[in-house]
Each structure stands twice: as C-alpha cells, then as structure tokens.
C-alpha cells in the first residue's frame, strides 16, 4: 500500500481533488486483484473527518476488482441509518455497511497487564484491561484493513484516532469502559490536546502485541469546518505510528484554540443532525471546559438533543446519576454494582460536569425541562435562547450584544479544543 504525508501550507487546505487523488493512488496496487478489503470508518458524528469522500474513492477505486465491506466504528453509538450512509459516504450501497455491537460482536485477543497499565497511570488504575476487537478483523479473511478517521484533541485518550478507532470504534465492553475510566480518573484536562496520555499508551500496547499480524494500516485527517464547510489541512497514510504523530502535531495547530484569559460566558450550537444525545453533546463541556472561567456560564444551544446515552442502558443510569460531579461520582463507583459494570458511564458523567466550577445551561427543544434538570444541568427552551443567541446570525469568535454582553461563540465543538493558555501549557 502507498504512503502518504500530505500537509496544505499554513492557512490553506488540501482540494477535494487531492485527497481524493490520493486515497485512490494508496490503494491502487489491489485493483482487479480479487482481494477482500475492510474499510473501519466513523459514524454520522464525525461527518466533518472527510472520511466520507476517502471511503467513497476507495469503493469505487476497488469496486469490480475486489470486495469491499465497510465496518462502522461506532463504539456505543446508535448505527448509522440509511439516509446517514448515503449522506456522509455518497452512493455505495447501504448493504456493504457493517454495524459493529460493543457488547456481542468481539473477540477476546488478550490483555494489558496490570502492572503495566498501574505504571502509565501513576498508580490510578491497577487491574487489567481486556483487548476485544470485532470478530471480523481476526476472522473475516480480509486481505487489507484500512481504518479511516480524523485526527482531533479528545477527551478520553487525549488525541482522537489511530487505534482508538479500533480498540473503542469496534472495540468491547471492557477497553471502552476501562479506557474511559482511566481517562476520567488520571483527568482529562491533563490529557486532552496531548499524544502520550496513559489512555493511549494502553492502545498502542495492545495494538504491539495484539494487532502486530493484522494487515493494518491507517487513513488520517486534520480538518476544521468552518462554516460547515470540510477543510483537510493534512493527510496521512501509513501504518507507522509515526503517521499519527505527524498528524498529532498538525491537529494541535489547527484544531487548539489558545485564549490568554479564562472566558466568561460561552455560547456553544449543537447541529441537530448530528447531536441528538447529551452523550454526543457534552463534547460542548469538554471541550471548553479548560476555557471557561470559574463561576462562568456555558450555553448549549441543543436543537436536536433528546436523549441521554446512546445505549438503553447507559441513557438510563445517566437519568439515574445525573452529572453530579467528579467526587460523587468516584464515591458512587463504590457503592453502585451497575456503575461499577458500566464504568464508561461513570466516566461520561464525570467529563459531563463542571464540578461547581461553571454553570452549563442546556437549551433544547426535544428533552423536556424536567428531563435536563433531573441529570443537573439548567434548561432554558431552544425557541427563546435563539432570540439572544442566534446560530444562523453567529459566527465562531467573540461576539458584544447592545447590552454590553460579551460572550465567545463556537458553531462545532467536536472540531476543536478550547483552553485558557497558562491551563493548557501547565
């Protein structure tokens, strides 16, 4: 397979043409040779990685010549729809897309020792940690498997993709709900925007000993979307890890906004289409909650959110708990067999609250007022937050109101990391 380090000058972003050129040219040594290839992509809620047109090449590169399955990285998130498929990866047909089941469609390969795992998180997790991967990556014959993704700040492992879209995209109960539970405990303001985070570091250990024989290589992008609009800032193609690093660095140029003073208020839209779960749309706490001054205000312009966890279960232990804050929820974890038997639970109501710090106010339309408050958020409705706060008239950056209000606006916080200067660098 051919490599690829593409970078766009500061400023300016890869054509679609490029990329495209590219991700054909990557795999064009199996055209018409008959082999079976896995495309591992994301789901509806990274619609702005540009995996999309990467996959769509690739079909269509392959197609007659070989077979093509794509297996959608899902993690606990609901599978993609039809209508979703085709919006986000054009015209390949919807039978060739493969829903991947975190808690019945793995395979046990092994485990992270916990000796290692205690070391890499100075002490705060010390039991081993289960490698389960879909069975179809071990035993689905597949010749070639490309895992496609975006490269992006993240609040579980630090910086998203690579083999976390394996080991939690297609991954099992136990990395997601370890992994998460790691991330929460070690404090993912010490991990996010950052390469070598102890979360990561039990990925790139179980893809070393675990995935050293499966035919793996990596698709990688570096976008921001302006305006909704994808712009790839750099691609990369290899199966090195070096390839991720390369990207690593890029993202923390393109997708880490640096603010020399803590913001006050933050004002953050939530795209209907693809938030619709608080699970999704706490992106909104984590990601500017480094930005965010203490005794702040967040407002989560939420159109589309209705739901809490992406997965019965979790959406009711979610209701249940609340987001409590960090402490209760650890002495929780003590207590509580269903907390300690869905940890990755935990760890989101952990991420999803400010701890006392700032106040984050929810705005939907679909989740009643009692639902938001009930899981301790503030509710204010949609239809009237838009009449101070409007999306269609807003543009990423700070914004002054008649009255004087000031207030930082961000139209996508799944793109991006914000973070107070003095926080971040320390």
């Not at 490309?146 to 910086?159: A, D, F, N, R, Y």
């Not at 300690?340 to 952990?350: D, F, K, R, Y």
């Amino acid at each position: 397979m051919k490599e690829f380090r593409l970078t766009a000058p500061e400023g300016q972003w890869l054509s679609r043409e490029e990329v495209s050129a590219a991700a054909a040219e990557s795999v064009r040594e199996y055209v018409g040779s008959g082999k079976k290839i896995l495309l591992v992509i994301p789901d509806y809620t990274r619609y702005h990685s540009n995996a999309g047109l990467i996959a769509n090449t690739i079909y269509h590169t392959l197609e007659g010549g070989c077979h093509v399955d794509l297996l959608q990285a899902l993690g606990t998130h609901f599978p993609m729809t039809e209508a979703e498929c085709a919006d986000m990866y054009g015209d390949i047909p919807f039978a060739r897309f493969i829903p991947h089941n975190w808690r019945s469609d793995i395979v046990k390969l092994g485990q992270v020792p916990a000796e290692f795992i205690s070391e890499v998180s100075e002490g705060l997790w010390n039991t081993p940690i289960d490698v389960e991967v879909n069975h179809l990556l071990v035993d689905g014959g597949y010749d070639l498997i490309l895992s496609i993704g975006q490269v992006v700040p993240h609040e579980v492992v630090g910086m998203a993709n690579q083999s976390k879209n394996i080991f939690v995209g297609v991954g099992g109960a136990s990395m997601i709900n370890s992994s998460h539970s790691l991330g929460a405990f070690y404090g993912m303001e010490r991990m996010m925007g950052r390469d070598k985070t102890p979360v990561r570091q039990v990925f790139d250990y179980a893809k070393e000993h675990f995935l050293a024989d499966l035919p793996l290589h990596f698709i990688l992008t570096v976008n921001t979307a302006p305006g909704g609009e994808i712009h790839t800032h750099g691609l990369f193609i290899g199966a090195e890890r070096s390839f991720f690093e390369d990207a690593v660095a890029l993202a923390q140029k393109t997708n880490l906004t640096l603010v020399d003073e803590p913001m006050k208020k933050v004002v953050v839209y939530l795209n209907a289409e693809e938030f619709k779960s608080t699970w999704l749309g706490n992106k909104s706490v984590y990601r500017t909650r480094m930005a965010i001054a203490d005794g702040g205000e967040l407002i989560v312009l939420a159109p589309g959110v209705e739901t809490f966890g992406e997965d019965k279960e979790i959406d009711r232990l979610i209701r249940k708990y609340g987001y409590c804050g960090r402490e209760k929820i650890i002495q929780l974890c003590e207590t509580e067999p269903e907390l300690q038997a869905n940890m990755s639970a935990a760890a989101h109501l952990i991420h999803g609250s400010s701890d006392g710090r700032f106040s984050i106010t929810y705005c939907t339309e679909k989740a009643t007022k009692e639902d938001i408050e009930g899981v301790c958020f503030g509710y204010e409705p949609y239809s009237e937050a838009i009449k101070r706060y409007n999306p269609a008239t807003l543009t990423d950056g700070w914004h002054t109101l008649p009255d004087g209000e000031r207030f930082f606006y961000i139209s996508n916080p799944a793109l991006g990391l914000w973070a107070h200067k003095a926080k971040f660098e320390n």
